[in-house]
């Protein structure tokens, strides 16, 4: 495969160690002889906010409880800024969690619950007092210091379970789908705070999540994760828009996929490819393709454009769905070769062009150069 | 995990002590006893026999020990009839009065069992206020001859055990939620079908669970048959009682014991593979 | 419907409380004829005031009652942490013999431990008592709070280790207070066991410590005793008063 910039990075990784604050080496995990970590690396760096993204049961949540000290690994090290802490139990780590159930103490005052980690270190008093009052200054909770958990509302909770991992200023937070309890407009506004809370503190963050959208807007880099093995690892728009294969294509958005065959290589790289019956000329990939081969053509919903039907270039299909989001409006086209498509347009009211009714039959074509290519999957379906 | 060693290794030990000195140890004494023979200075005489279990076949105690189940059974099923419903209707009740009304079933425990089983004599006795009641509302002539008969043992039994009926009973119906009532009946279920198969099966481990909590110790409850029996009916826990207190006949004793033993392990079996089934068809169901 | 489930539920409680209704009644009789009302005395109090072997017996059952519902409350707890919180060996088999206690017939655990007692020279009295009782009353309280246990959030105890609490720190300030309600409830489960056993104390007790269930089971076998009712009135008393204390104590908390 042509080495995309995930490998690069990896130099970049070997040529700097002490950039890196947590190190996973060959790291497994299996619960009554199921696998759910296959070994694997990570390396996290030092301040930034990477995310672990996959969907429910890939071994996300498993891997931050084996950083956590929750679980033991079967094999592998963890070392925390260049020391072993594999075997050491949770309350030696200088790591904190946020729980995805926040797991605030019930019986326990907002601030209680938050000097809970000062006080198990027996910190003085006066010392306890005032960074309780400062965290809970951070998160807005002071004036509710005195109430008990039962009686605050969700998205105070999860702040109190922010207060009381980051109270003692930990190496690394662990936040294990901190936000999934919480409504839609919540969600959003805890994923600025996060941020902010995450600037202001200079704490790496290890965040898990199955919701990409989340994954994508926050973090600095992403792991996309599919049953217990890392798929790939970049920047979210190097996923987005360099996915290493079709299942970590799929995961972080929609997308339409086309099968293509190298019909042609051009003189300068670019390749030609036979999509739906038709010659399209392909962008170059380095190291690539071969006249023969079979390929995936991959486009983003935003990448397709629709055309009136009189148009030359473009596929022939019949609009099939239509469906309004407030700010784009979503077709899905089926073209004659029954293959369905997603187009998503950004909502203009005066554009004339925009307005396809049910059934009727249009042209889709793509900005070109914005095709993913990928080398055709057979075995590992999604 | 060194840290937290020394608390678990205590706990752990302390419990497993407790357990084998007090649970495993004196079973084993007692089915080394009952193959021994009866001895009047030490209780038992180091030599094998199985003596007691063949004075076990006679028919006066295969009658005792099937009156007694018989009696256990009946005493089950009317706790089950009574239960059932109560435990239903409470449970349907505004939340302010449920744990009222629950404590209220449980209050009769601090009495002691012995002291209740006494009242029901007072009410049961020949001239006791039952027929006085009776005879003075004109519904019989001559007094009814309750106490002392099967069905006075069997009142007492229901009696005293009726609260270890309801309370796994209202336990289910607790869990049962009334979405799921409203469901059936939105569907179009009419209250029997809403009963037959949604709350029964649901309810299930409850009623097993409250049937195991009154059958085993019904047929032990010597006292009861005692006070509100006469001589006449007997439950196992007599025979064994009398066996270990007045015969001094421990070899013979425990051998009932050990019968009692299995029989109540038969049973345990059996609501083990009805569990199983309960669960099977419940989620067959499901499914379906 | 509903007059008809009110009703269904009043004849209920009409049954649970009728014996004893008429327990407390006569026990107010003038008449030593516990079937016929002959107005109102308190002769049958009197009687129990000088009955010194009855009351002692009754003071008896409620020590005992207390130091076994305490001592097995204490070894219950411990015993549902560990089940639920540690993985040992032999932990399946603990949990059949628990099973096994809670489901076998009081006469069973009786003669079994009558037997122990008696092999291993054990004095019957005090000490026999509270040994077995303990013994009884412990799957009820294991299991109480073992479901307590399982009920909450397991997140929460990782909470504490994850903040810096050791295994210690952990079970004195998150996880007790936070099964202490279970606790408090399997040990009135223990207490309401205790009190109400006759099986099991019959067959381990002893001369020097005689406890309620054996002294009136020797009186009302025979005949009735109008002091019985007396006792047992007095006792209603006590549980009802306990039970309006603790209520007060925890509505002020």
Same mark, same amino acid.
């Given at each position: 495969?042509?080495?995309?910039?995930?490998?690069?990075?990896?130099?970049?990784?070997?040529?700097?160690?002490?950039?890196?604050?947590?190190?996973?080496?060959?790291?497994?995990? *299996?619960?009554?002889?199921?696998?759910?970590?296959?070994?694997?690396?990570?390396?996290?760096?030092?301040?930034?906010?990477?995310?672990?993204?996959?969907?429910?049961?890939?071994?996300? @949540?498993?891997?931050?409880?084996?950083?956590?000290?929750?679980? $033991?690994?079967?094999?592998?090290?963890?070392?925390?800024?260049?020391?072993?802490?594999?075997?050491?139990?949770?309350?030696?780590?200088?790591?904190?969690?946020?729980?995805? *159930?926040?797991?605030?103490?019930?019986?326990? *005052?907002?601030?209680?619950?938050?000097?809970?980690?000062? $006080?198990?270190?027996?910190?003085?008093?006066?010392?306890?007092?005032?960074?309780?009052?400062?965290?809970?200054?951070?998160?807005?909770?002071?004036?509710?210091?005195?109430?008990?958990?039962?009686?605050?509302?969700?998205?105070?909770?999860?702040?109190?379970?922010?207060?009381?991992?980051?109270?003692?200023?930990?190496?690394?937070?662990?936040?294990?789908?901190?936000?999934?309890?919480?409504?839609?407009?919540?969600?959003?506004?805890?994923?600025?705070?996060?941020?902010?809370?995450?600037?202001?503190?200079?704490?790496?963050?290890?965040?898990?999540?199955?919701?990409?959208?989340?994954?994508?807007?926050?973090?600095?880099?992403?792991?996309?994760?599919?049953?217990?093995?890392?798929?790939?690892?970049?920047?979210?728009?190097?996923?987005?828009?360099?996915?290493?294969?079709?299942?970590?294509?799929?995961?972080?958005?929609?997308?339409?996929?086309?099968?293509?065959?190298?019909?042609?290589?051009?003189?300068?790289?670019?390749?030609?490819?036979?999509?739906?019956?038709?010659?399209?000329?392909?962008?170059?990939?380095?190291?690539?393709?071969?006249?023969?081969?079979?390929?995936?053509?991959?486009?983003?919903?935003?990448?397709?454009?629709?055309?009136?039907?009189?148009?030359?270039?473009?596929?022939?299909?019949?609009?099939?769905?239509?469906?309004?989001?407030?700010?784009?409006?979503?077709?899905?086209?089926?073209?004659?070769?029954?293959?369905?498509?997603? !187009?998503?347009?950004?909502?203009?009211?005066?554009?004339?062009?925009?307005? /396809?009714?049910?059934?009727?039959?249009?042209?889709?074509?793509?900005?070109?150069?914005?095709?993913?290519?990928?080398?055709?999957?057979?075995?590992?379906?999604? | 995990?060194?840290?937290?060693?020394?608390?678990?290794? !205590?706990?752990?030990?302390?419990?497993?002590?407790?357990?084998?000195?007090?649970?495993?140890?004196?079973?084993?004494?007692?089915?080394?006893?009952?193959?021994?023979?009866?001895?009047?200075?030490?209780?038992?005489?180091?030599?094998?026999?199985?003596?007691? %279990?063949?004075?076990?076949?006679?028919?006066? /105690?295969?009658?005792?020990?099937?009156?007694?189940?018989?009696?256990?059974?009946?005493?089950?099923?009317?706790?089950?009839?009574?239960? #059932?419903?109560?435990?239903?209707?409470?449970?349907?009740?505004?939340?302010?009065?449920?744990?009222?009304?629950?404590?209220?079933?449980?209050?009769?425990?601090?009495?002691?069992?012995?002291?209740?089983?006494?009242?029901?004599?007072?009410?049961?006795?020949?001239?006791?206020?039952?027929?006085?009641?009776?005879?003075?509302?004109?519904?019989?002539?001559?007094?009814?001859?309750?106490?002392?008969?099967?069905?006075?043992?069997? !009142?007492?039994?229901?009696?005293?055990?009726?609260?270890?009926?309801?309370?796994?009973?209202?336990?289910?119906?607790?869990?049962?939620?009334?979405?799921?009532?409203?469901?059936?009946?939105?569907?179009?279920?009419? $209250?029997?079908?809403?009963?037959?198969?949604?709350?029964?099966?649901?309810?299930?481990?409850?009623?097993? &669970?409250?049937?195991?909590?009154?059958?085993?110790?019904?047929?032990?409850?010597? /006292?009861?048959?005692?006070?509100?029996?006469?001589?006449?009916?007997?439950?196992?826990?007599?025979?064994?009682?009398?066996?270990?207190?007045?015969?001094?006949?421990?070899?013979?004793?425990?051998?009932?014991?050990?019968?009692?033993?299995?029989?109540?392990?038969?049973?345990? #079996?059996?609501?083990?593979?009805?569990?199983?089934?309960?669960?099977?068809?419940?989620?067959?169901?499901?499914?379906? | 419907?509903?007059?008809?489930?009110?009703?269904?539920?009043?004849?209920?409680?009409?049954?649970? %409380?009728?014996?004893?209704?008429?327990?407390?009644?006569?026990?107010?009789?003038?008449?030593?004829?516990?079937?016929?009302?002959?107005?109102?005395?308190?002769?049958?109090?009197?009687?129990?005031?000088?009955?010194?072997?009855?009351?002692?017996?009754?003071?008896?059952?409620?020590?005992?009652?207390?130091? &076994? !519902?305490?001592?097995?409350?204490?070894?219950?707890?411990?015993?549902?942490?560990?089940?639920?919180?540690?993985?040992?060996?032999?932990?399946?088999?603990?949990?059949?013999?628990?099973?096994?206690?809670?489901?076998?017939?009081?006469?069973?655990?009786?003669?079994?431990?009558?037997?122990?007692?008696?092999?291993?020279?054990?004095?019957?009295? %005090?000490?026999?008592?509270?040994?077995?009782?303990?013994?009884?009353?412990?799957?009820?309280?294991?299991? @109480?709070? %073992?479901?307590?246990?399982?009920?909450?959030?397991?997140?929460?105890?990782?909470?504490?280790?994850?903040?810096?609490? *050791?295994?210690?720190?952990?079970?004195?300030?998150?996880?007790?207070?936070?099964?202490?309600?279970?606790?408090?409830?399997?040990?009135?489960?223990?207490?309401?066991?205790?009190?109400?056993?006759?099986?099991?104390?019959?067959?381990?007790?002893?001369?020097?410590?005689?406890?309620?269930?054996?002294?009136?089971?020797?009186?009302?076998?025979?005949?009735?005793?109008?002091?019985?009712?007396?006792?047992?009135?007095?006792?209603?008393?006590?549980?009802?008063?306990?039970?309006?204390?603790?209520? /007060?104590?925890?509505?002020?908390?």
């Amino acid at each position: 495969m042509a080495p995309t910039r995930t490998d690069a990075e990896a130099a970049w990784r070997v040529a700097t160690p002490e950039q890196t604050i947590l190190q996973l080496q060959g790291i497994s995990k *299996s619960f009554d002889d199921k696998r759910v970590v296959c070994p694997l690396d990570l390396d996290v760096r030092h301040g930034e906010f990477l995310t672990l993204l996959g969907p429910s049961g890939c071994g996300k @949540t498993t891997l931050l409880r084996l950083i956590g000290g929750f679980e $033991r690994p079967d094999g592998g090290t963890i070392l925390l800024a260049g020391r072993d802490i594999t075997r050491l139990p949770p309350n030696q780590r200088p790591v904190n969690t946020v729980f995805q *159930s926040y797991a605030l103490f019930p019986h326990m *005052s907002v601030f209680d619950n938050v000097a809970y980690g000062l $006080r198990a270190e027996r910190r003085p008093r006066a010392e306890v007092e005032s960074r309780v009052r400062e965290v809970l200054n951070m998160v807005q909770l002071e004036e509710l210091a005195g109430r008990r958990p039962d009686q605050l509302s969700g998205g105070q909770q999860q702040r109190v379970a922010i207060a009381r991992a980051v109270i003692k200023k930990p190496r690394l937070l662990l936040l294990d789908e901190p936000l999934s309890a919480l409504d839609y407009k919540l969600r959003k506004q805890m994923q600025i705070e996060l941020k902010r809370i995450q600037r202001e503190l200079g704490i790496t963050f290890l965040f898990v999540t199955h919701d990409q959208e989340e994954a994508l807007s926050m973090s600095d880099r992403v792991v996309v994760m599919r049953e217990g093995h890392v798929e790939q690892i970049g920047t979210p728009r190097d996923v987005y828009e360099n996915p290493s294969n079709l299942f970590v294509a799929r995961f972080v958005g929609e997308i339409n996929v086309f099968d293509a065959e190298v019909a042609e290589v051009l003189g300068d790289g670019r390749l030609v490819g036979q999509i739906e019956g038709r010659r399209i000329t392909l962008p170059a990939r380095n190291g690539g393709f071969a006249v023969g081969d079979a390929l995936h053509v991959l486009l983003r919903p935003e990448d397709l454009r629709l055309l009136p039907p009189e148009r030359e270039e473009g596929f022939s299909g019949e609009v099939v769905e239509r469906n309004y989001k407030g700010m784009t409006l979503e077709s899905v086209i089926r073209l004659e070769s029954g293959l369905q498509l997603l !187009a998503s347009e950004f909502f203009d009211e005066d554009d004339p062009d925009f307005d /396809y009714r049910l059934g009727e039959r249009i042209k889709v074509t793509w900005v070109p150069n914005w095709e993913i290519l990928l080398p055709r999957e057979t075995a590992r379906a999604v | 995990m060194k840290l937290r060693a020394p608390f678990r290794t !205590a706990v752990v030990a302390l419990i497993w002590a407790w357990m084998l000195l007090f649970v495993f140890l004196p079973n084993l004494l007692v089915i080394v006893a009952s193959f021994l023979v009866r001895d009047d200075v030490h209780f038992v005489r180091p030599e094998a026999s199985l003596e007691s %279990y063949a004075r076990l076949l006679d028919p006066v /105690y295969a009658g005792v020990f099937l009156d007694s189940l018989g009696m256990a059974v009946t005493t089950t099923l009317v706790c089950l009839l009574i239960g #059932y419903p109560f435990a239903y209707a409470v449970s349907r009740l505004p939340a302010r009065v449920k744990p009222l009304l629950i404590f209220l079933v449980i209050l009769p425990f601090w009495t002691n069992s012995l002291v209740r089983t006494y009242a029901m004599k007072l009410l049961l006795a020949t001239n006791g206020l039952t027929n006085q009641a009776l005879l003075g509302l004109g519904i019989v002539d001559a007094p009814l001859r309750m106490l002392y008969t099967e069905g006075a043992v069997i !009142a007492g039994l229901v009696y005293v055990l009726l609260p270890f009926m309801i309370l796994p009973l209202y336990a289910v119906f607790e869990q049962l939620r009334e979405d799921l009532l409203e469901v059936s009946s939105d569907l179009g279920a009419e $209250r029997w079908r809403t009963f037959r198969y949604v709350v029964l099966p649901l309810t299930m481990p409850g009623v097993l &669970a409250g049937c195991l909590l009154v059958l085993i110790p019904a047929v032990g409850m010597f /006292y009861v048959a005692d006070v509100l029996g006469g001589a006449r009916h007997l439950l196992i826990g007599n025979v064994i009682k009398n066996q270990f207190l007045d015969a001094r006949d421990w070899p013979f004793g425990a051998a009932a014991s050990i019968l009692l033993t299995l029989a109540m392990a038969l049973l345990l #079996y059996a609501y083990y593979l009805s569990a199983r089934m309960v669960r099977r068809r419940s989620a067959d169901d499901a499914l379906a | 419907m509903r007059w008809l489930k009110h009703g269904y539920l009043g004849l209920v409680y009409l049954l649970l %409380y009728l014996p004893i209704a008429v327990l407390v009644v006569f026990s107010f009789n003038a008449s030593r004829n516990p079937y016929r009302w002959q107005g109102l005395s308190l002769e049958w109090y009197a009687r129990l005031w000088d009955n010194d072997a009855l009351i002692q017996a009754a003071a008896n059952s409620l020590l005992l009652a207390t130091t &076994a !519902a305490t001592l097995s409350t204490l070894i219950g707890t411990l015993t549902a942490i560990a089940l639920h919180r540690y993985r040992f060996r032999g932990k399946r088999l603990l949990n059949g013999m628990l099973f096994v206690v809670m489901m076998s017939p009081d006469i069973v655990l009786a003669i079994s431990l009558l037997v122990l007692f008696i092999l291993l020279g054990v004095k019957l009295g %005090y000490l026999s008592l509270l040994l077995a009782h303990v013994t009884f009353c412990l799957p009820f309280v294991v299991v @109480t709070v %073992y479901a307590r246990l399982s009920g909450f959030n397991a997140q929460i105890i990782e909470a504490a280790r994850d903040l810096g609490a *050791s295994e210690w720190q952990m079970l004195r300030t998150v996880l007790v207070p936070i099964i202490f309600p279970a606790v408090m409830a399997g040990w009135l489960l223990g207490f309401t066991l205790s009190l109400d056993d006759v099986v099991v104390s019959i067959f381990v007790t002893g001369p020097t410590f005689e406890v309620l269930p054996l002294r009136i089971y020797s009186m009302v076998r025979l005949g009735v005793k109008p002091e019985v009712n007396a006792l047992a009135t007095v006792l209603l008393m006590l549980s009802l008063l306990a039970l309006l204390a603790s209520q /007060y104590f925890l509505a002020r908390k």
